[in-house]
């Protein structure tokens, strides 16, 4: 199986490709990387970090793949800086998925109810766009807000059910406890162990160990229920040993009882 992540390269700050290259490659499944920005550190939280957007050069990238005959099972992105680059996203899509391939689109845009900096309306109605392109799509409380306008996430997910057959809503604080709402075959809504408060980078932990056990073969459902579970346990050691959320989730020891979990239920 093989994998594209398209994403940005924070240097600090465990996200984005950082963080999807290891957790899907431990998965078991090749992960080749499209990044679409470089910086210093992310956005969250640091203050005089440097961006250095790579439109120009993903572009060359892509004619040069194109001359190799690359083809993907699953294209995933997450981080994008533009609206350009989401219309280059769809362009990667159309040119580099299998017929019968995954697109998995994070529509990364904010978190804690608010945009992350440099995000706005008009972007996010963009990466609507985008997301209606996709298989999958895995909003955060923040970002279903976001891309809807309401904070109910059974009407958020009904309508971003009419933009793409599979939303999922992660992290949905309901008021007596969190779940992850999802669409198959109806709504659906999982119960899972949550830690209070935001933590950076724990949306990246998640796109990327869903993808790679959906890459394994696993159900919707069991990819979800893995993922929730690495996700928790990744927070709880954050919890325990980093005080500076900023620097991202101590996911690294959790990737083993994770793949131990993976690897007895993956079909593939
Ligand atoms: O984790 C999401 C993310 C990814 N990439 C960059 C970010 C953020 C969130 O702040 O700034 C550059």
Redesign the pocket.
């Known amino acids: 199986m093989r994998v594209l992540a398209v994403?940005?390269i924070?240097c600090v700050g465990k996200?984005?490709l950082t963080v999807a290259l290891p957790v899907l490659t431990a998965c078991g499944v090749t992960c080749d990387i499209l990044p679409t920005?470089l910086?210093s550190t992310?956005?969250?939280g640091f203050t005089g970090y440097t961006f250095l957007p790579l439109d120009g050069e993903m572009q060359k990238i892509c004619a040069h793949w194109e001359t190799l005959g690359l083809k993907y099972d699953l294209i995933y992105s997450?981080?994008l800086?533009s609206r350009a680059q989401i219309a280059f996203v769809r362009e990667v899509r159309r040119r580099f998925l299998k017929e019968g391939g995954t697109f998995v689109v994070d529509p990364?845009l904010g978190?804690n109810f608010a945009f992350?900096?440099g995000f706005d309306d008009v972007f996010a109605k963009e990466m609507l766009s985008l997301c209606a392109e996709a298989d999958y799509i895995l909003p955060n409380e923040t970002e279903s807000y976001l891309l809807t306008g309401t904070r109910d996430f059974s009407a958020a997910l009904t309508q971003l059910g009419k933009v793409c057959p599979h939303p999922v809503i992660t992290g949905a604080n309901a008021g007596d406890g969190y779940y992850i709402y999802y669409s198959e075959n109806g709504e659906k809504r999982m119960p899972i162990p949550c830690v209070e408060g935001s933590f950076?980078?724990a949306?990246?932990v998640f796109a990327s160990a869903f993808c790679g056990c959906l890459m394994r073969g696993l159900s919707l459902e069991r990819a979800l229920t893995l993922t929730a579970q690495f996700c928790y346990r990744a927070i709880v050691r954050t919890q325990r040993e980093v005080t500076d959320r900023k620097y991202g989730l101590n996911y690294e020891r959790e990737i083993y009882p994770f793949l131990c979990e993976l690897e007895a239920e993956a079909t593939r």
């Open positions: 994403n940005d924070s996200c984005s920005a910086l992310h956005t969250g997450g981080y800086g990364v978190d992350y900096k950076h980078g949306g990246d």
